[in-house]
Every structure is written in structure tokens, then in C-alpha cells.
């Protein structure tokens, strides 16, 4: 217990990176399992009824919340612990015990959290359902909410001040990435979640879909391509290919995704000013990406080969094709015409999995296996192991892909020809299943990844030494 409490609560360098990045994996694994449990529920509804803290209304969210609060923003908090004092001459963040204070705090509202969603306590707003419903008499305070701010707060000061007190005083541009998302994630939290800001009807359902979409591309979007923008110069040798358009990437990821989130309701009587406004900025989200696309592969250039050894490399390289594949879809989706064809299908389930599991989950798996050696200062416990992991969640998350996207063809054409709903649905089984089949495949990756990194940290006696490798081609 003892020694738990002090690798906990360390000061040792990049321990708080170490720390963030193990719990994350462990609601990795969570919450990857709970999704595949919410899916089976589409083809045997009543396999766990009676209970009501595993129906699927109540699973869904904690699967959203385990995988985005638990392991995405965990994750990213890791990488920029890690990625942020090694590029300003620092042998670790400013205050490696308020960072592993901040974790411990995020764990504790992580578990909060999820029972207080498997009993039915929720704010009801898309990736904003953590509550904590304290009631002070006629008053009604959501806790997590603070303690989620609070916990951004820490990170950002934490950061701010570990580049202020660093050496290296030119910014490179994953630190502008990592503060900008820092900076705008809190402020997006406020506006997003009923603990700070209340509104009615409409307005209600506008601010609440300036949070849902901003949540994706100004904490998820912007913290990624800063991961791969340190990541992709590190496993290839070469230079970041132009600093000019990873700023005009900044600052127009910036300037077009703040209005987009009203295309997520393009069907209710919101202002058609404002409708036009999102799905213009939508459309124009293509500048920023091609932008950073242009940067990723162009860094690449003359290095694509070393991806059939260079297993974080895979991680990276799967992830930017993803990212395109998610940039191309998601404008395509935001125009009117399609936007009616395709909303509330499971065509748009796929493409949540395609953002947040095939791009952003894939660009930490990268880090991961860079990261964890240099911490620890060995190679991962196994290459095999690695692998493993990377095509069952490569080839699971293509199969979900597949499977949700004709699954929500076959929606929208019911619909359009004005088929009851009762004799479409019955077609959709299939999908389904193939949906949970992959999910094991994806769930399993995601295991047999928490053991790799298990036992790479915690037994040394079982991994090599860590050899010297400019680009962390032989790290696993």
C-alpha cells in the first residue's frame, strides 16, 4: 500500500504522465467492454432485463464517458505531460504531485461518476451526462461538473507554467496545439454543461451542441494532431514538413469549428442564419484538415516503409488515414440534403466510432508505445503482443465501421420510402451482430494492450533494456 501511495502521489519525473496514462487504459478497457455489452442488447433485448443498471439507456453513457472523460482525455493529459517539458528543455512537468493529485482526482470522479450513471443520475446531454447530483435544499448542484473543471484548470496551469519555466523559449507547434486546446476545452465545458450555464427550449438545445461538437474538435481534434504532429517527426527522422501550415492549421481549426454544432440539428426550428452559418463552417473545416493532412504525410515522405517494423508508426499512419476518412465524411454529412437523409441512423454511430476510436484513440495507442519505453527506460514486454493489438482494433473497428454504415443506409431508405418501422428494423439483425463481433475483436486488442503495458511497467525483470533509437523503431 505504501509503495502504491508513493508511485500515486511521486515527484519523480513524468510520473504523473505514467500515472494518467495506466488509469486511462484501465477505462479504456472498461469502457470498450460495457459498449460491447450495450450492443448485444440490440439483438437480445431482454437477456438482462429486470435489471435496471444494465439496460441499455443507462450502459450507453457510461460507455460514452468511460471511453471519452475516462480514456481519450486521460489519455491526451498524459501525452501532453510527457510531450510538453521533453520539447521545452524540462525533466518534467512543473509540479509532478499536482499533476498526480489532478489524476487521483479524475479517478475519483470517474467512479463517481459511472455509478452515479448506472443508478440513473445524469444531466441528459450528449458526452455531458456526469452529474453527481447533490440536492441542497430546494437546489440541485452537479459536483462532477465542478471537479471535471476544476481538473481542466490544474491541467492547464500545470502546463502553462512547465512552458514558462522551461528553457527552450520557441514554440513548437504541438505546444500551441496542446495550449489552445487547454485553453478552449474549459470554456467549452462551461458553456456546455446545465451546472454552469442553464438555458430553455432552443437555446438549450443550441449551447448544448456547441459543447457536443466542440467537445470532438477543439479538446480532441486539436490535442490529436499536437500528439502527431511531436509523434511523426519522432518515428520518421525527418522534419515537420512547414510550420506555416500546421499554424494556418491552428488557427482555422479555430476559426471554423466553434460554429459547426448546430448542423447536429438541422431539422428543428433553430434560426436558419445560424443552421447556414454551421454548415458552412462545416464545409470549410476541409481548409484545416487538408492542411494538417499535407503536414502528416508529407513528414512521411521517404519513410512509409518503416511502418512494417515500426509498430507506433502503424498506430500513426492508421490513424491519419482515419482522420481523413473522418474529415471527408463528416462535411459530406453536414450538408442539408444528406443531413436529412442520414440523421439518426447508424450511419452516424460509425462515424462517432471512426473519430474517436480509428483517429484519436489510434494517435494515443502511438504514444503509448513510444512513451511507456522511455519512461520506464526498456522495450515493451512484447512486439507479438503489440501487433495482436493492432489489427484486431484495426480489423474490428473496420467491420463496426462497415456494419453501422449499411446498417444506416438501410434506416434512411426505410424512412425515405415511408416503410413502418416494424418491417425495416428486422433487416438491421444482422448489422448488428456483426457490430458485436466486433466489438470482441476490438475489446480483446484492447487486453491484451493493457497487459503489454502491465507488465512492461510493473516487471522489469521480463523486458529488455531500452536500446538507442533516434526514431523508437525497436521500442516494442
Given at each position: 500500500?505504501q509503495?502504491?501511495?508513493?508511485a500515486?502521489?511521486s ?9 494518467f496514462?495506466i ?5 479504456l ?10 450492443s448485444m442488447q ?17 450502459l450507453r453513457?457510461v460507455?460514452?464517458n468511460?471511453?471519452l ?11 501532453m505531460f ?5 520539447l ?5 512537468i ?28 445524469t444531466e ?6 456526469l452529474?453527481g447530483?447533490v440536492q441542497?435544499g ?7 461538473d465542478w ?7 490544474l ?9 514558462m519555466?522551461?528553457a527552450e523559449?520557441k ?8 495550449l489552445?486546446?487547454?485553453f ?5 465545458y462551461?458553456?456546455?454543461?446545465r ?7 432552443l ?15 477543439m ?13 511523426l ?7 515537420l514538413?512547414s510550420?506555416?501550415?500546421s ?5 482555422t481549426?479555430?476559426m471554423f ?10 431539422q428543428?426550428?433553430?434560426?436558419e442564419?445560424?443552421?447556414s ?14 492542411t494538417v ?8 515522405k521517404?519513410?512509409?516503409?518503416t511502418a ?11 490513424g491519419?488515414?482515419?482522420y481523413l ?13 444528406i ?6 441512423s447508424?450511419?452516424?454511430v460509425?462515424?462517432a466510432h471512426?473519430?474517436?476510436?480509428a483517429?484519436?484513440s489510434?494517435?494515443?495507442f ?7 519505453p522511455k519512461m520506464?527506460?526498456?522495450k515493451?514486454?512484447?512486439k ?9 482494433t484495426l480489423?474490428g ?11 444506416g443506409l438501410?434506416q ?6 415511408g416503410?413502418p418501422v ?7 439483425e444482422?448489422?448488428?451482430i456483426?457490430r458485436?463481433i466486433?466489438?470482441?475483436m ?6 491484451l494492450?493493457?497487459?503489454n ?10 523486458c ?6 533516434p526514431?523508437?523503431?525497436v521500442?516494442?
Amino acid at each position: 500500500m505504501q509503495r502504491a501511495l508513493s508511485a500515486i502521489f511521486s515527484r519523480e519525473p513524468f510520473s504523473a504522465s505514467r500515472n494518467f496514462l495506466i488509469t486511462a487504459i484501465f477505462w479504456l478497457v472498461f469502457g470498450t467492454s460495457i459498449g460491447l455489452i450495450a450492443s448485444m442488447q440490440f439483438t437480445a433485448p431482454d437477456a438482462l432485463a429486470g435489471v435496471a443498471q444494465l439496460s441499455f439507456g443507462r450502459l450507453r453513457p457510461v460507455h460514452i464517458n468511460a471511453v471519452l472523460i475516462g480514456w481519450l482525455s486521460m489519455g491526451y493529459a498524459a501525452c501532453m505531460f510527457y510531450i510538453i517539458p521533453v520539447l521545452v528543455g524540462r525533466k518534467g512537468i512543473w509540479s509532478e504531485l499536482l499533476g498526480n493529485i489532478t489524476m487521483v482526482a479524475w479517478n475519483v470522479m470517474m467512479v463517481v461518476g459511472i455509478f452515479g450513471l448506472l443508478n440513473g443520475d445524469t444531466e441528459a446531454r450528449e458526452y455531458a451526462e456526469l452529474a453527481g447530483t447533490v440536492q441542497m435544499g430546494s437546489t440541485s448542484i452537479q459536483i462532477l461538473d465542478w471537479i471535471v473543471l476544476v481538473a481542466l484548470l490544474l491541467l492547464a496551469v500545470n502546463a502553462w507554467m512547465t512552458v514558462m519555466t522551461g528553457a527552450e523559449k520557441k514554440w513548437y507547434v504541438s505546444i500551441w496545439y496542446f495550449l489552445g486546446a487547454l485553453f478552449w476545452f474549459p470554456i467549452i465545458y462551461i458553456i456546455g454543461n446545465r451546472a454552469f450555464v442553464q438555458l430553455e427550449g432552443l437555446n438549450d438545445a443550441i449551447t448544448g451542441w456547441f459543447y457536443g461538437h466542440n467537445i470532438l474538435g477543439m479538446w480532441f481534434t486539436v490535442g490529436g494532431v499536437g500528439i502527431m504532429y511531436y509523434l511523426l517527426p519522432k518515428f520518421t527522422g525527418n522534419p515537420l514538413y512547414s510550420h506555416t501550415l500546421s499554424m494556418i492549421g491552428f488557427w482555422t481549426i479555430g476559426m471554423f469549428y466553434a460554429p459547426t454544432g448546430t448542423h447536429h440539428i438541422l431539422q428543428s426550428p433553430v434560426p436558419e442564419w445560424l443552421k447556414s452559418v454551421a454548415v458552412i463552417s462545416s464545409v470549410f473545416l476541409l481548409v484545416p484538415v487538408l492542411t494538417v493532412l499535407t503536414n502528416f504525410f508529407m513528414t512521411m515522405k521517404g519513410k512509409w516503409h518503416t511502418a512494417t517494423e515500426h509498430i507506433p508508426l502503424r498506430f500513426a499512419i492508421a490513424g491519419g488515414i482515419a482522420y481523413l476518412l473522418t474529415c471527408i465524411q463528416g462535411p459530406f454529412q453536414a450538408t442539408r440534403s444528406i443531413n436529412w437523409y442520414l440523421h439518426f441512423s447508424n450511419w452516424v454511430v460509425g462515424h462517432a466510432h471512426l473519430a474517436l476510436l480509428a483517429t484519436f484513440s489510434f494517435f494515443v495507442f502511438a504514444a503509448t508505445y513510444y512513451m511507456i519505453p522511455k519512461m520506464t527506460g526498456r522495450k515493451m514486454y512484447s512486439k507479438r503482443l503489440a501487433v495482436w493489438h493492432f489489427w484486431l482494433t484495426l480489423y474490428g473497428w473496420i467491420i463496426m465501421m462497415l456494419s453501422l454504415t449499411i446498417a444506416g443506409l438501410v434506416q434512411a431508405a426505410g424512412w425515405h420510402h415511408g416503410i413502418p418501422v416494424d418491417q425495416w428494423v428486422i433487416e438491421l439483425e444482422p448489422y448488428w451482430i456483426i457490430r458485436s463481433i466486433s466489438g470482441v475483436m476490438i475489446v480483446l486488442g484492447q487486453i491484451l494492450f493493457m497487459f503489454n503495458v502491465y507488465k512492461t511497467v510493473f516487471s522489469p525483470e521480463q523486458c529488455e533494456e531500452l536500446p538507442h533509437s533516434p526514431t523508437g523503431v525497436v521500442y516494442v
